[in-house]
């Protein structure tokens, strides 16, 4: 159960697009398409921003956008807004009924 | 509307044991699989545990198999978390999140802080 690896950060100004990387393996992130992409503000639960690789839940925002290729998935958030800024955090399903989150992204608004 | 409310944490001492709640309200909660996920401070998330919609099976992350224990008691439409032999890495928030869509976490509660410490 090794973590997904993402970026410690990444930044842009606002209306910019940004893209986060989580890479995994064939086991976890190559094997299925059960990629979720979750958003965290300081002290606060995280919140599910994508789930199925490309699903949005209703209410989360049209410029959330989520992609995978091979054994690394991204989550893309373009127009960027001051609110965005947070921590992202992507989860694949693994072997066995397992979950394994990716290490965290911090995303800072110039 | 979905809420899910931790509570049991607190400061506890090396080896004790510790047994979490997060009661649900607003949706079938017998109907649902039920995660527990853990955040130490400053870190990354971890996924701890997972328990099916009737409590049939369990999973665990391998850091806390044969440490912790999730059960849940559909009647009270509440989940549990025992934990048992604590040390000092354990020390962290935990959340109870609702199994969504396939694998994802759609309902999460705010957390319990428990911190492992002599």
């Known amino acids: 159960q090794s973590a997904l690896t993402q970026p410690a950060s990444v930044s842009g100004s606002p209306g910019q697009s940004i893209t986060i990387s989580c890479t995994g393996t064939?086991?976890?992130?190559?094997?299925?398409?059960?990629v979720s992409w979750y958003q965290q503000h300081p002290g606060k639960a995280p919140k599910l921003m994508i789930y199925?690789?490309?699903n949005r839940p209703s209410g989360v925002s049209n410029r959330f956008s989520g992609s995978k290729s091979d054994n690394t998935a991204s989550l893309t958030i373009s127009g960027l807004q001051a609110e965005d800024e947070a921590d992202y955090y992507c989860?694949?399903?693994?072997?066995?009924?397992?979950?394994?989150f990716g290490g965290g992204t911090k995303v800072t608004v110039l | 509307q979905v809420q899910l409310m931790e509570s049991g944490g607190g400061v506890v001492q090396p080896g004790r044991s510790l047994r979490l709640s997060c009661e649900a309200s607003?949706?079938?909660?017998?109907?649902?699989?039920m995660h527990w996920v853990r955040q130490a401070p400053g870190k990354g998330l971890e996924w701890v545990a997972l328990?099916?919609?009737?409590?049939?099976?369990?999973y665990y992350a391998d850091s806390v198999k044969g440490q912790f224990t999730i059960s849940r008691d559909n009647s009270r439409t509440t989940l549990y978390l025992q934990m048992n032999s604590l040390r000092e890495e354990d020390t962290a928030v935990y959340y109870c999140?609702?199994?969504?869509?396939?694998?994802?976490?759609?309902?999460w509660g705010q957390g319990t802080l428990v911190t492992v410490s002599s």
């Open positions: 199925d690789v490309t």
């Open positions: 989860m694949s399903y693994s072997r066995s009924s397992t979950v394994v």
């Open positions: 328990i099916s919609y009737d409590g049939g099976q369990e």
């Open positions: 064939s086991s976890d992130v190559g094997g299925f398409n059960y």
């Open positions: 607003g949706f079938t909660f017998s109907s649902y699989g």
């Open positions: 999140g609702r199994g969504g869509e396939a694998w994802s976490f759609d309902f």
